[in-house]
């Protein structure tokens, strides 16, 4: 669906995680034409001198209610002034925007990798592959316990693998270190999170192939003359995409403040993004 | 084969919606029924003079807006003239002068190539378009994060990215001569020779109707010293670009000057048909965690509503000292704005990062001046012109910044 600016009625908000937030949004036109990955530009109120729109991945969207929710963490006072809006009022949002998610059709196993808000990235994705009858494992990482995005907003098709930095939950450590276990066992992986997480893993993500072997690859994927660099083609053969954040202008490619920096050159994260693969950024050299 | 399986569930760890409704602050807030862009309702230009409040977000699509005027309301609104020409000294030339349907542009950096925002804007309701900043050779910009906000406003450091001005040329010069709105290419150079080359071919390009000349750049031949700040590099730069085009001349003003008014005495003197001002003023965001500057360019240019006292200051300056029409910008959100530079002199005004918040806001402005003409039984928007400027010459204001603090 091209972008459009919609008035998006809250219908319900509620406090999920200590400081993060979900609300709900009737809005039918967002909610049949947006695909996972894609992001909405949301006017705050200005009353105290906010001049900037804020983004938000869409975090789920369902056609047949109309509804679509938004999950942010309360960061500042646009995203305060988010909390405080009451149902029944409606938000102007511009959406859907950006690039989605591209799934090849012949993967069965999909792994999600999400590190704290960054569930807000790929959570959509886990509901598309799951109407398509593909399998899905989410490996999600968070400071503690007490943030970990809770089991019962997942669909119970998901297998969902827990990391806290400090051991409260699940693995103890990084979501990162849990991605060998799973590599051989996914078709493709999709990540949304912090910066050096999504470094970590386009690193792992490049070795894959020689541990793995390039036989079954090459069966699968791969051969054939090469689709260009950013195509939806060449994102579908790509092990790793991933959903990069940026602060953001205009949110359409017109300002070019959201540019992040690839292989061959600036990127907006707001047209060429917010998904890429893992291939077309130039990761920082550090990671 | 799957390896590990470590699935873990929970006991009710969300907290719920009532509990979360106790936790907040019973807030009395008027939701104003508003604005906002989202009536999408295409009435014909200025039909509905409506309440701009400004104050929020919140949508209300069921405000009630003002009745759809009646035949002869329209034709009343019809046969207010909203047209501006920003080159008169073109006209005796066959080039002719720049004239444009209504007097409010879109801001270069802004509104990218006119594309960008697709069907979300109807594009040939604006008055013109100020491209992205374009110079003669591609440019990748500076290193992100490139914006941010800032009370009032934002930051920007962009640097300039464009794919440069041949690249301009074949992929936009296309769509844009089949618009009748007019687009203005803002140019940008580290040299003079840089902005005369650019010129020259954009020079009978169609679909290209004028040039607006970014002068806030570094001129490498002095040092790096903006062309903006430096009288001398003003005038030289304006007078070779004259000469090498026919094209509409515009010519941007710096705010980041003691003293603008030489440099725009300067400009006009040098051949430019019009002054547009300000660029954006330089400023500074520091990281979160304190240990560096946010942006990666460290300075970046800020705009917003935060700078239009500034815009206006250097726009009733500048009226005092030249004769060629002038482009008011900085900050513009509301009519009132637009009244605001109109009274202190400008003929135009352009429309910055509003337009982020506000992707409708240009179109809307028009509707209202149009509105706003009709209810004072102005038949054009002139006699808003000039209103606020000094009565005799010679005033005190007329000398330029003086304050005491
Ligand atoms: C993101 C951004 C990019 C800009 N790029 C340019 C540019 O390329 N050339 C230029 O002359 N001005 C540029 N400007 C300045 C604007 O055209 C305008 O002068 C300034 O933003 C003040 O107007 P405003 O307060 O309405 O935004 C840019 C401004 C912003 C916010
Ligand atoms: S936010 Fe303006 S180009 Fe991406």
């Given at each position: 669906m091209t972008m459009r600016l919609v008035a998006a009625e809250l219908v319900d908000s509620r406090?999920?995680?200590?400081?993060q937030w979900l609300q709900s949004f009737h809005a039918p036109e967002l909610a049949s034409g947006s695909r996972a990955g894609q992001f909405v530009h949301v006017r705050t109120g200005?009353?105290?001198?906010?001049v900037l729109r804020r983004p938000f991945s869409i975090n789920t969207a369902d056609p047949a209610t109309g509804i679509i929710t938004l999950h942010f963490r309360m960061v500042g006072r646009g995203t305060e002034w988010m909390t405080r809006v009451r149902e029944g009022e409606r938000l102007d949002m511009l959406g859907p925007l950006g690039r989605p998610f591209e799934v090849d059709p012949r993967s069965h196993h999909l792994l999600l990798i999400a590190g704290g808000l960054g569930m807000a990235g790929v959570r959509m994705l886990a509901d598309e592959a799951i109407r398509d009858g593909r399998g899905i494992t989410i490996l999600f990482g968070a400071l503690s316990a007490s943030h970990v995005y809770p089991s019962?907003?997942?669909?119970?098709?998901v297998e969902y693998v827990v990391a806290t930095d400090d051991g409260?939950?699940?693995?103890?450590?990084?979501?990162?270190?849990?991605?060998p276990d799973y590599e051989a066992w996914a078709d493709q992986a999709f990540a949304c999170g912090p910066q050096p997480m999504l470094a970590r893993l386009a690193q792992l993500a490049a070795g894959r192939r020689d541990r793995l072997g390039v036989a079954k690859l090459g069966r699968k994927r791969g051969g054939g003359k090469s689709d260009p660099l950013g195509s939806a083609a060449a994102r579908r053969k790509s092990f790793l995409q991933v959903s990069m954040e940026q602060t953001m202008g205009?949110?359409?490619?017109?300002?070019?403040?959201c540019t992040v920096i690839g292989v061959e050159g600036p990127l907006r994260v707001c047209r060429e993004g917010?998904?890429?693969?893992?291939?077309e950024i130039a990761w920082p050299a550090s990671a | 084969m799957k390896a590990k399986r470590t699935i873990i569930t929970f006991g009710d760890m969300r907290v719920g919606k009532d509990s979360d409704r106790s936790k907040r602050t019973p807030t009395v807030r008027k939701i104003k029924s508003a604005i906002v862009a989202?009536?999408?309702?295409?009435?014909?230009?200025?039909?509905r003079p409506r309440v701009?409040?400004?104050?929020?977000?919140?949508?209300?699509?069921?405000a009630p807006t003002a009745p759809r005027p009646t035949l002869a309301e329209q034709a009343a609104l019809d046969r207010i003239d909203l047209s501006i020409d920003?080159?008169?000294?073109?006209?005796?030339?066959?080039?002719g002068g720049l004239i444009l349907a209504n007097p409010i542009l879109v801001a270069s950096?802004?509104?990218?190539?006119?594309?960008?925002y697709g069907e979300v804007?109807?594009?040939?309701?604006?008055?013109a378009i100020c491209c992205k900043g374009t110079t003669l050779r591609p440019r990748a910009g500076n290193?992100?994060?490139r914006v941010t906000e800032t009370p009032g406003g934002m930051l920007n450091?962009?640097?300039?990215?464009?794919?440069g001005v041949d690249a301009v040329i074949e992929k936009y010069g296309p769509i844009w001569q089949t618009w009748k709105v007019p687009v203005i290419v803002n140019v940008a150079g580290e040299s003079i020779e840089d902005y005369v080359e650019v010129a020259r071919r954009l020079?009978?390009?169609?679909?290209?109707?004028g040039i607006e000349l970014n002068?806030?750049?570094?001129?490498v031949g002095k040092g790096g010293l903006q062309f903006a700040i430096d009288r001398d590099a003003a005038r030289a730069v304006t007078a070779a670009v004259r000469r090498a085009t026919e094209l509409p001349l515009l010519v941007k003003l710096s705010p980041?000057?003691?003293?603008?008014r030489p440099i725009a005495k300067a400009i006009e003197e040098a051949g430019a048909d019009a002054i547009t001002a300000i660029n954006t003023l330089s400023g500074l965001a520091v990281s979160p965690d304190r240990t560096?500057?946010?942006l990666g360019n460290t300075y970046g240019g800020l705009s917003g509503p935060a700078i239009k006292p500034v815009a206006l200051r250097i726009v009733y300056e500048v009226a005092q000292v030249v004769s060629i029409p002038i482009v008011a910008i900085g900050g513009v959100t509301s009519l009132d704005d637009v009244l605001d530079f109109l009274a202190c002199g400008a003929v135009a005004v352009q429309v910055g990062t509003a337009i982020f918040a506000d992707p409708e806001l240009p179109v809307r402005l028009g509707d209202q001046l149009r509105a706003e003409c009709l209810r004072r039984g102005f038949d054009s928007y002139r006699p808003f012109i000039g209103t606020a400027l000094p009565k005799r010459t010679g005033a005190s204001s007329a000398k330029g910044v003086e304050y005491r603090p």
């Open positions: 406090q999920i995680l200590p400081g200005d009353y105290s001198g906010l019962s907003l997942l669909p119970d098709e409260s939950l699940g693995h103890h450590g990084y979501v990162t270190e849990l991605v205009c949110a359409v490619g017109a300002c070019l403040g917010p998904v890429f693969a893992a291939e | 989202v009536d999408r309702t295409k009435s014909p230009a200025g039909a701009e409040t400004g104050s929020s977000a919140v949508a209300d699509l069921g920003l080159a008169p000294a073109r006209g005796a030339s066959e080039h950096g802004t509104f990218g190539y006119g594309v960008e804007v109807d594009v040939q309701r604006l008055g290193a992100p994060p450091s962009i640097g300039l990215q464009n794919p020079d009978g390009v169609p679909g290209v109707a002068i806030s750049c570094p001129n980041n000057v003691a003293d603008v560096r500057a946010f």
